[in-house]
C-alpha cells in the first residue's frame, strides 16, 4: 500500500507506546486514524496529541480481549468511514515471571490480550477488506516470539502464536488482496515495562524508541514487508539461533 493518504486506519493499543507513536505517524501520512484502547482517560490524552497532526481521529473505548465489544466498535467505524484499511495490532501486556510463578489468570490475561485481541480484531475487520479487495494488517509480535525467553514463558507463547498466525494468513489473505506484516521488535522504551513483574529486571539493554519502531511499521506497509525483526542485531541473533542453536542454548541457559 504505497500511498496512505485518506487511508482509514485502526490501531489498538494506541494511547500508548508503539500504537500511539504509530498513529502519531500514520495521522502525518494523512490517514484517518481511530484509536482503540481501555482506559478512557489515557486514550483522551492520546486523542488531544494526535488531534495536532490531523483533524480527521476517533478514539473508541475497548477491551480488544471481549469479541461482542470489538465486533460493536469496528461496525461504528465502518458505518461512519464506509471501509478500513489498515488495522495495527499493537494492544498487548507482557508479565515477566518464571513459569512457576505465573498464575494461570496471568497467563490467561497474556493470551487472551496479545493472541485473541489480534485474533478478534482480524476476524471482525477482514468482511470488510475482503469486500473491498484491499487491506493491511500489521501484527505486533516481539523477539521473544522467534527467540524464547526464559521468565517470559507465557508472553513468548503468545508471540510465537502470533508469528504462527500472521505466516498463515500472509498466504490465506493474498489473494483478496490483503498484506500482511509482522513487526518483532526487541526490547522498546514504552510502559509496558511498568508492570510490577518487570521492577526487579536487571537487564541493561539499549531500549529503541517507539517512534522508530513506528517509522518501521510505516516502511513495512508501504513496501509490503511481511516480516520485520528490530534492529538489526536482533535480525541477526533471530537467523544465528536457527544456525547455531547449540550456542543459544548455552548463552540462555547462562542467562539463569
Ligand atoms: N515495549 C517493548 O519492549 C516491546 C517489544 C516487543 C513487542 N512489544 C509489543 O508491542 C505492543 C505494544 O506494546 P508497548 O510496548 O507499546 O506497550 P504499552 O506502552 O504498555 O502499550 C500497550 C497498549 O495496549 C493497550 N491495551 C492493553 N490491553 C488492552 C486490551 N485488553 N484492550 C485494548 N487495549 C489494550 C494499552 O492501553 P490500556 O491499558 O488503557 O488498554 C496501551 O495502549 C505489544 O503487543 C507488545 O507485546 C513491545
Known sequence: MENLKDKVAVITGASSGIGKATAI??????CKVI??????QKLLDAFNEIKTFTEDVTAVV???RNYDSVEKAVLAIIKKYNQIDILINSAGIAIRRSFKNTSLDEAKDMIDTNLFGTINCIKTVIPNMIKNNTGAIVNIGS?????????????SA???AIVGLSQALYYELKKYNIQISVINPSATNTNIFSNESWQND???????EPEFVAME???????KKFSVVLPFSARLKASGKNIFPGIYDWYLSKRR
Do not use: Q
Open 202 to 208: 536487571k537487564d541493561n539493554t539499549k531500549l529503541m
Open 25 to 30: 505517524e500514520l495521522a502525518k501520512e494523512g
Open 217 to 223: 511499521i510505516i516502511k513495512a506497509i508501504k513496501k
Open 143 to 155: 523477539i521473544a516470539g522467534l527467540i524464547a525467553l526464559p521468565d517470559l514463558s507465557i508472553y
Open 35 to 40: 484509536l482503540i484502547s481501555r482506559t478512557k
Open 62 to 64: 475497548c477491551d480488544v
Open 158 to 160: 503468545s508471540k510465537f
